[in-house]
C-alpha cells in the first residue's frame, strides 16, 4: 500500500486523540479556576511584579500581549508577556500561569542547564522541522532511502527538544507554586486551584512529546517496510 496510505496511521491518530484531550482538559481546567478570583484580590501582573521584584528581576518588563493564553518568557528580549485574559484578571487561574513564565524568567537568570539546552537548540531544531517533511516525502517518491533517512534525522531533532522542554515545564511550574505559597500570594485553597491549572498545562507538553515519539515511531516503520 502507498505510504502515505497505511496502518502506521493508527499512531497519528492515537498522538490526535492524546493531544485533544490534554487541550481540552487544560481549557477546561483553566476556565473553572478563571472564575475564582483570588482572596487578596491582586491581578495577575501585580503578583507577576512581586514574584520578579522578590527574585531580584525588576528589570524584567511585564508586557500585555492579544490573545488566550498566548503567556511566554523570551530569553532573547527577557520580556515576561501576559496575554489579555491573565495580565488584568485576579483569578486563581491567572495568578497561576502567570508565576509560571515567572518561573521561566527566574530560569534563565539562574542559568538553569535545560532551559539553556533548549534556548540553545532553538535555531537547529527550526531548520530541522522545516526541511525534514520535503526530504522524507521526496525521498519516499523517489524510494531513495538517504533522504528519508536524512528527514527522520531532522524531525528527530523536534522530538530532542520537546523531550528537553519537559523539565523546563515542570521545573518553572514547580517554582511558581512554591512562590506563590512561600509569599503568601495565594492561600491553600487558591493553591491546590492554580496547582492543578499548571497540571493541566504541563499534560499538553507531555501530549506534544508522545506525539512527536510516535511519529518518529511511525516514519522508522515506514522505512523500515519500504527497505524490504
Not at 492579544?66 to 508577556?81: I, V
Not at 532553538?122 to 528519508?148: E, K, Q
Not at 527522520?152 to 522530538?159: A, E, G, K, Q, T
Not at 501530549?207 to 515511531?217: C, F, I, K, N, R
Request: net charge positive.
Amino acid at each position: 500500500m502507498f505510504w502515505f496510505y497505511d496502518s502506521t496511521y493508527i499512531l497519528v491518530i492515537l498522538a490526535a486523540i492524546i493531544s485533544l484531550i490534554a487541550s481540552a482538559k487544560v481549557k477546561s481546567t483553566y476556565a473553572k479556576y478563571s472564575k475564582v478570583l483570588s482572596a487578596r484580590g491582586i491581578t495577575a501582573e501585580q503578583a507577576a511584579q512581586q514574584i520578579l521584584y522578590g527574585a531580584g528581576l525588576s528589570q524584567v518588563p511585564i508586557n500585555q500581549v492579544a490573545g488566550n493564553l498566548t503567556d511566554h518568557y523570551d530569553p532573547r528580549s527577557q520580556t515576561l508577556a501576559l496575554s489579555q485574559t491573565v495580565f488584568g484578571s485576579s483569578s486563581v487561574a491567572a495568578i497561576g500561569v502567570a508565576a509560571h513564565e515567572c518561573g521561566h524568567a527566574i530560569q534563565d537568570a539562574e542559568n538553569y542547564a535545560p532551559i539553556r539546552i533548549r534556548n540553545a537548540i532553538v535555531p537547529v531544531v527550526n531548520f530541522g522541522s522545516t526541511l525534514s517533511w520535503p526530504l522524507l516525502l521526496l525521498g519516499l517518491v523517489l524510494s531513495f532511502d538517504p533522504l528519508v533517512l536524512a528527514g527522520i534525522w531532522l524531525f528527530s531533532l523536534v522530538v530532542v527538544f520537546q523531550l528537553v522542554t519537559l523539565p523546563v515545564e515542570f521545573n518553572a511550574s514547580r517554582r511558581a507554586m512554591r512562590i506563590l505559597e512561600e509569599r503568601g500570594i495565594l492561600g491553600n485553597e487558591e493553591l491546590k486551584g492554580a496547582r492543578k491549572v499548571l497540571s493541566a498545562a504541563a499534560m499538553t507538553y507531555v501530549a506534544a512529546a508522545v506525539g512527536s515519539l510516535l511519529q518518529l515511531a511511525r516514519l522508522l516503520m515506514i522505512r523500515n517496510s519500504r527497505r524490504r
